[in-house]
């Protein structure tokens, strides 16, 4: 039973480079979430995915690209890092979008020098 | 877009005391999560609710869904060390498909 696995777990990089975080998922979930997590900010949704080919912004969008292009995953790039996106970002998956259980995984912990 | 505004921001208490939080929004939801997250982990979800007055008990955690779906209260009976967590409400917004988090509650329970 793996769930919904990410990686890396702890991630440094230098401003300007470009980094991709990966999430994948064993349940076949339809939906799949990418949030970022910042102290006092809750969790805020950055990009979001009905299913594989279809993805939507969320509130905080800019700098960063995703892609869908297999059920299972859904990573999420950063294309040119910039230091106010260090960050812990999540990936979450779900069967039903709102209705269900959305499913977290660990975390990756993003450090933008 | 639809805010969610959680209360207290911090909590701190002795094992043994009751607490509520609480979950206000200026919009309505079609249903309201409530999720437990400890450091270094993902949330985990405690609860769903859907009906409008909705009250659901988990064993010393009591969830309740505003008549109008607007807010959400989460009170802990007795509380323990092992809730100590963040407390994060999320309102569901179906014909958008997705969800909005409030900030969170970070709850401490002494011993």
Redesign the interface.
């Known amino acids: 039973d793996a769930g919904i696995t990410q990686s890396p777990r702890y991630k440094i990089t230098e401003t300007g480079r470009q980094v991709t975080l990966m999430c994948h998922q064993t349940w076949s979930h339809s939906y799949m979430f990418w949030y970022r997590q910042d102290l006092g900010h809750g969790l805020r949704l950055i990009y979001y995915s009905a299913a594989a080919d279809i993805t939507d912004k969320g509130e905080v969008p800019d700098g960063y690209v995703v892609s869908r292009s297999k059920t299972e995953n859904f990573p999420l790039t950063l294309e040119s890092a910039t230091r106010s996106q260090t960050s812990v970002y999540f990936c979450a998956s779900s069967q039903i979008s709102g209705m269900k259980t959305q499913y977290f995984g660990p975390g990756t912990r993003l450090l933008v020098l | 877009?639809q805010l969610l505004e959680?209360s207290p921001?911090f909590l701190s208490i002795q094992e043994g005391e009751n607490l509520t939080v609480y979950c206000n929004s200026s919009s309505v939801f079609?249903?309201l999560?409530w999720y437990r997250q400890e450091p270094?982990?993902?949330?985990?979800?405690l609860v769903?609710v859907?009906t409008g007055g909705e009250v659901k008990k988990l064993k010393r955690l009591t969830f309740q869904f505003g008549d109008a779906r607007k807010d959400s209260s989460l009170h802990i009976t007795a509380a323990q060390p092992g809730d100590t967590g963040l407390y994060?409400c999320?309102g569901?917004?179906?014909n958008a498909?997705?969800?909005?988090?409030?900030?969170?509650t970070t709850l401490t329970v002494k011993p």
């Open positions: 877009t959680q921001q079609s249903s999560q270094g982990e993902g949330p985990v979800l769903t859907v994060l999320a569901a917004d179906t498909g997705k969800s909005t988090f409030g900030d969170g």
